[in-house]
Each structure stands twice: as C-alpha cells, then as structure tokens.
C-alpha cells in the first residue's frame, strides 16, 4: 500500500511543481496579490512592509523562483546528455584506435617475421 501512496505523492508533487512554476502560474498569481489593493490597502509603513514581505515576495517571487529552477535544470540535462554523447563516441573512437593498433601490430610481426627468414 504504501508503495503506491508514494507513488500517487510523486505524481502529484511533480505536476504541483511545474504546474505552480509556470508563467502563467505567476501571472495568475500576480492578479491575485494586486486584486486586493483595489479594494483596501495597507495603512502605514509597517502594514505595507508585512504586506510586501508576505505577498509580493511569497506570492510572486516563488513561481519566478521555481521556473528559474526549472530551465536552470532544462539546460543542466541537455549539457549531461551532449556530455554522454560526446563520451559515447570517444569510447567508439578509442575501441576503433585500438583494432586498428592491433591490424598494425599484426602486420609489424609479419614484417618482422620476413625479415628474420631472409
């Protein structure tokens, strides 16, 4: 059972995250922040602080945060598989440099062997 709890938490948190580090999550969240101030507004230097601490920064710097991370971590898997690539055809290069030294070595020892019969 708990197995697939774990496995339901996992899909749900991955859709939550990229679904909240959207631009469109920040923009939705940003007409949900200013809506208010419409109405009232905070009155003093201290309301205003608590209100711009609270909502501005939690509220819209999260998404930004999150889609940041997001492309940040894009970039990072494209670089880990251009790496991968890039090491899979060095180890096919160096497979292939080592039967050729093997034709040459070969063919060295038959060079020799005419040699010693002459």
Same mark, same amino acid.
């Given at each position: 059972m708990k197995p697939l709890f774990n496995k339901f938490n996992?899909?749900?948190?991955?859709?939550?995250?990229?679904?909240?580090?959207?631009?469109?999550?920040?923009?939705?969240? =940003?007409?949900? =922040?200013?809506?208010p101030l419409i109405y009232?507004?905070?009155?003093?230097? =201290?309301?205003?602080?608590?209100?711009?601490?609270? =909502?501005i920064f939690q509220g819209i710097a999260l998404p930004v945060l999150?889609?940041?991370?997001?492309?940040?971590?894009?970039?990072?898997?494209?670089?880990?598989?251009?790496?991968?690539e890039m090491a899979q055809k060095?180890?096919?290069l160096v497979e292939l440099l080592e039967v050729k030294q093997e034709h040459i070595d070969q063919e060295l020892d038959l060079v020799e062997e005419e040699i010693e019969k002459k």
């Open positions: 996992d899909y749900l948190a991955d859709k939550l995250s990229y679904g909240l580090s959207t631009m469109i999550a920040f923009y939705f969240i =940003v007409i949900l =922040v200013l809506t009232t507004q905070p009155s003093g230097f =201290v309301a205003w602080a608590s209100y711009l601490c609270s =909502v999150g889609y940041t991370a997001r492309k940040a971590g894009d970039k990072s898997d494209a670089l880990m598989k251009q790496i991968f060095i180890e096919s």
